[in-house]
């Protein structure tokens, strides 16, 4: 009997062993991948200058259960990233505040193999004072339409015109200033599937009725001339996206041990804070600065009871080692529920991106 015990419990080790192991593989390659990126290339970051949009912010409190509530876009991905207009001569070609040209470098999310969920463009907008407010000869402008179009392709002049794909069309009232978001997800989902021909989006704010330019900077496309920069940084579009890396996956609940003290220093939870900056991430992770961890220690004595949340193998290896301690050690205090964190942190090319890491703080123990 006890030479039957001793070979069922070898064998639950070598099975778990492997089963583990193959696990580890799988969830560890996020924050791995993560840190080997950031140990390849380091981002260099001026705090002063990273902008975090209100929405990622207000996403990443959500995520925390803190305050907010999460987007409903955010419950289908695990890591939202936000984009901002990228400059160049191009922009000189639309003068107007009506009508403008946006640019977004997204190669970051086919570097890292996601799978795109959503994306949204948000624009903000400025009150309207009662002196600019319309009067009751022009009252089709006291509500624009606001056109989101996929450049598809470039015009040249004297030879071909450009091609628009009108993706987006949305109504807005002068009376508010909440910020517009316009589903983009065909125009980004084409730019991920050919990089090159990403030519950007064209916005235009036009009156409701008759499509004639929008006569308010209302709706923000571009920055003023005397707007200063940390104005127009809480301002300026920004690009939202959502995606799914495929790793990530749920846990079935299971029995919390109980936290009762125990003078025998039975398995149980243990106080850990990691604070980032102390092993070197807080050159890159934007928030939070630190968080529980949490970790098992402890004995996992014969015979276990109900609150030690054991395994059938844990408990016949308890046995066996009880009966023979050469043969088999005892069964290890380790984590047997996590939990994950919510984390922002900035990539080599300066994008703020929000991610749900897996199994990174320890709920509960037990003899394993």
């Known amino acids: 009997m006890r030479a039957w015990l001793l070979l069922l419990a070898v064998l639950a080790t070598l099975l778990i062993r492997v089963t583990v192991a193959n696990q580890n593989l799988i969830d560890d390659n996020n924050i791995l991948t993560l840190l080997n990126k950031m140990k390849k290339n380091p981002p260099k970051i001026d705090r002063s200058k990273i902008v975090i949009p209100d929405e990622l912010w207000e996403q990443y409190l959500a995520r925390n259960k803190q305050k907010f509530r999460p987007n409903p876009l955010a419950k289908v991905a695990d890591t939202v990233r936000s984009f901002t207009h990228k400059e160049s001569k191009i922009d000189d070609r639309f003068p107007h505040h009506h009508r403008y040209r946006l640019y977004f470098d997204v190669k970051s999310i086919s570097d890292d193999g996601e799978k795109l969920k959503a994306a949204e463009l948000k624009l903000s907008r400025d009150a309207i004072s009662d002196a600019s407010w319309p009067t009751s000869r022009h009252r089709d402008r006291d509500r624009y339409q606001v056109l989101v179009y996929d450049i598809m392709r470039l015009g ?14 949305r109504t807005v009232w002068l009376n508010s200033t909440e910020k517009v978001s316009l589903d983009v997800s065909p125009a980004v989902d084409r730019w991920l599937s050919a990089p090159n021909r990403n030519y950007g989006l064209l916005i235009e704010v036009r009156t409701a009725e008759h499509l004639e330019p929008a006569p308010h900077h209302h709706v923000r496309l571009r920055r003023s001339t005397d ?16 995606t799914d890396d495929g790793k990530h996956k749920s846990r079935p609940k299971r029995g919390r041990p109980s936290r009762r003290k125990n003078h025998n220093e039975s398995c149980s939870r243990h106080p850990l804070y990691v604070d980032f900056g102390d092993v070197g991430w807080s050159d890159w992770i934007v928030a939070p600065s630190g968080y529980d961890a949490f970790y098992c220690h402890g004995n996992c004595p014969f015979p276990l009871a109900d609150h030690f949340n054991s395994t059938n193998h844990a408990v016949v290896q308890t046995m066996v080692n009880a009966q023979n301690p050469g043969k088999v050690p005892k069964a290890c205090c380790v984590p047997v529920e996590l939990e994950g964190i919510a984390m922002l942190y900035v990539t080599d090319k300066n994008t703020v991106v929000l991610k749900n890491y897996q199994d990174m703080t320890v709920v509960g123990c037990g003899c394993r």
């Open 156 to 169: 040249v002049k004297g030879v071909r015109s450009p091609h628009y794909w009108l993706i987006e069309n």
């Open 227 to 242: 707007e200063q920069d940390h104005v127009w940084r809480h301002k300026q579009p920004v690009l939202m996206t959502y």
